[in-house]
Structure formats: structure tokens, C-alpha cells
């Protein structure tokens, strides 16, 4: 299986997120995720490391606003040399907003900070120097992974870091910039593939929800964690069915604290059954390793033989698939909980 990595989710390091109560703990989303995640993938017979393809900017445009996407580019160099409003003796390591919009708001403003609240859902996507250029190649990666589908493999994986499923059409959150999985959905469906996004991490898929939200074209679903106890807690909701032409084409199953492997694949059956219907020729899926058992982020329990339960009901969909690794903080069991799952895929 090819597998697309790129050395430079390393630039993406930021030293803290600010989580409730202001309280700035370590991020989970660490480099040594993918480090400890390729090695082990190395000793494999089957896994094909691979760099990107640059696609450039064209696919990421397609998915998210030209404005956003230019505020990620400029906004940690703005910072650095402007020091915010406040003057430069106010530095901090990272950039991260302290107001966010209300409902009814329209404006984008113009200061620094203005804007970066404007274009994050929370506190945990801090940006820091090289968190553009590894969001940047995170999606190549998972085009590199569509175009492997596209030329005639039957799956490819993508080692994306920082994640993508919570970044919408013009907003950062939850360690996500860019959106990996809709990026490669696009560029699937501009190839002429009718396709589906099955998004299985711990945590609701809410931006890959949004940017399909009006639109038939993808259908979309996320298994998760009820956001009315957990991140994003604004969406990932079971009445939420997508909007106007887009009515029907979104699906969210949250599952409660605790979920198991048996009430998971009950859930999963029904997720494959919906996407059977809408006959996809191709499927990516944001696979989040935080659903397994031992996850610091997330407190269902999907054991080992449940993982595998799991990619073999994927695979019998017959489709195409592109994995995009979403979430899976466990440092000591991410690398073996991706290769238990691609195995039993293939
Ligand atoms: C990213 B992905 C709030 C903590 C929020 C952010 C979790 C982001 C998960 N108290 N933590 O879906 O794996
Ligand atoms: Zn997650």
C-alpha cells in the first residue's frame, strides 16, 4: 500500500493549547506521532513510504477560502514582527485568539487577532511558524493518496499531521488547518468519482460536515463521541441532515462515553448501509485512532479484534478507499493500531 509522508508535519510543533478555565496544557498532536507511526510502518513487507506529489495550492482552494487560506500563510510572521496590539514585550510562542464571533456577526476585522478569532473555532489550533507549510503538505499528501486511487490502486494512505476533519471552509480548530480528507474528496470528485467520507476518529468530523453540509455531491458521515459531552461540542449532532440540495447527504451516529466494540459495528453497519446506497465509486475515510481503547483524548473501548471488525466491514464496501489519519494520541500503540487496521483492510 503506498503510504504519502512528508518530513514537514515537524515544522508543526506548537507548545501548548489553551484548553477550559485558560489552562495551557502540552497538545497532544506531537511530531513523534508520525515518527513512531512510519517506523513502524517501515518494517512491514507491504507499506510503500512515499513523498508527495505537489499539487500546490489549486486542491486546498477548492475546499477552503481564499482569505483563510491566506491568513494561515501570513498570520505567524504578522505576529512576530507586529507583537499584536499590544506591542512586542507581549510575544507568546504561539498564535492563538482570545475572541470569537457571535452568531449574527459579519465583518472580517483587520487586526491580527481580530482575524485569527474570525478563522478558529477554539483555542486548540494554536498556528506557529511552520503550520502552514505542514498543513501545506499534509494535504498534498492526501491528494498524492486520491491520485494513487485515480491511476488504479485500490487504497492508499495518507500520514497527514495536523489532521484536517474539524478545519471548515474558513476556520482552524481542534489541531486541524487544512481538510485533508475533503481535499482529496474533491479532487476525487473533479476526476469524475462519485464519492462518500466516512469519518470514524473519536471526534465528530464537524468540518468536513460543513463544507458539504449544502451539497449532494459528497455524501458524508461521522461516527464520534456525542459532542454534547465532547470536542466540538456545536456540531456532530444526529439531527444534523445537511441543507437545501445537501438535505440528506450527511449522516452523524454519536455513540456515548464508554462505546465498545459491539455497539461501534452495529453503529458501522448502518453507516456501510447508507453509503451502499448512494453507490460511491470511490471513499475516503478519516481514520482517527482515538476511538481505540487506551486513547488520552477519547474514552471508548474498540479492542484490537473490534479494529480489525472495523476495516473488514470498510473493506467489503469493494470501493477505493483513501485513508487520511485524522486523530490516535496513544504514542505507544498509534503505529501498531494503524498497521492492525490497514491489514486487516487489505
Ligand atoms: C482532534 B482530532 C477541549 C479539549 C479539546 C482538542 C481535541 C482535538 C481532537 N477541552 N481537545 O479529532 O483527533
Ligand atoms: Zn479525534
Not at 457571535?102 to 511558524?129: D, H, M, Q
Not at 453507490?279 to 474498540?302: H, Q, R, Y
Not at 500503540?333 to 486487516?344: H, Q, S, Y
Request: with cysteine.
Amino acid at each position: 500500500m503506498k503510504i504519502y509522508k512528508s518530513e514537514s508535519h515537524k515544522l508543526h510543533n506548537p507548545e501548548f493549547e489553551v484548553y477550559e478555565g485558560g489552562l495551557k496544557l502540552p497538545i497532544f498532536d506531537v511530531p513523534p506521532r508520525i515518527d513512531s507511526l512510519l517506523a513502524t510502518l517501515a518494517k512491514t513487507s507491504w507499506a510503500e513510504l512515499l513523498e508527495p506529489e505537489y499539487f500546490g495550492l489549486d486542491p486546498v482552494l477548492a475546499v477552503h477560502d481564499a482569505d483563510y487560506v491566506s491568513f494561515l500563510q501570513s498570520a505567524f510572521t504578522e505576529w512576530e514582527t507586529s507583537g499584536g496590539e499590544l506591542g512586542p514585550e507581549y510575544t507568546s510562542p504561539v498564535l492563538l485568539p482570545a475572541s470569537f464571533p457571535p452568531r449574527r456577526s459579519t465583518k472580517i476585522p483587520k487586526s491580527l487577532f481580530g482575524r485569527c478569532g474570525y478563522y478558529s473555532l477554539g483555542t486548540n489550533a494554536p498556528i506557529v511558524n511552520g503550520t502552514f507549510k505542514a498543513a501545506f503538505e499534509a494535504a498534498q499528501c492526501a491528494v498524492s493518496a486520491a491520485k494513487a486511487i485515480n491511476v488504479g490502486s485500490l487504497s492508499a494512505f495518507a500520514a497527514c499531521r495536523p489532521p484536517g476533519h474539524h478545519a471548515g471552509i474558513d476556520y482552524c480548530g481542534g489541531y486541524c488547518y487544512f481538510n485533508n480528507a475533503a481535499i482529496a474528496a474533491k479532487w476525487l470528485v473533479k476526476q469524475n468519482y462519485k464519492c462518500a467520507i466516512l469519518d470514524i476518529d473519536f471526534h465528530a468530523g464537524n468540518g468536513t460536515q460543513d463544507i458539504f453540509y449544502d451539497t449532494p455531491e459528497v455524501l458524508t458521515l461521522s461516527i464520534h463521541a456525542n459532542p454534547m459531552h465532547h470536542f466540538p461540542s456545536f456540531m456532530g449532532y444526529q439531527d444534523e441532515r445537511g441543507s437545501g440540495e445537501g438535505l440528506g447527504y450527511h449522516y452523524n451516529f454519536p455513540l456515548p462515553s464508554g462505546t465498545g466494540d459491539a455497539d461501534y459495528l452495529m453503529t458501522l453497519k448502518k453507516a456501510t448501509a447508507v453509503i451502499r446506497e448512494f453507490k460511491p465509486t470511490a471513499m475516503v475515510v478519516s481514520l482517527g485512532l482515538d476511538i481505540c481503547e487506551g486513547d488520552p483524548t477519547g474514552n471508548f473501548t474498540i479492542s484490537v479484534v473490534g479494529l480489525r471488525n472495523i476495516a473488514e466491514q470498510i473493506s467489503e464496501l469493494g470501493l477505493p478507499v483513501v485513508f487520511c489519519l485524522e486523530g490516535g494520541y496513544n504514542l505507544n500503540t498509534l503505529g501498531l493500531n494503524v498497521i492492525t487496521f490497514l491489514e486487516a483492510f487489505l
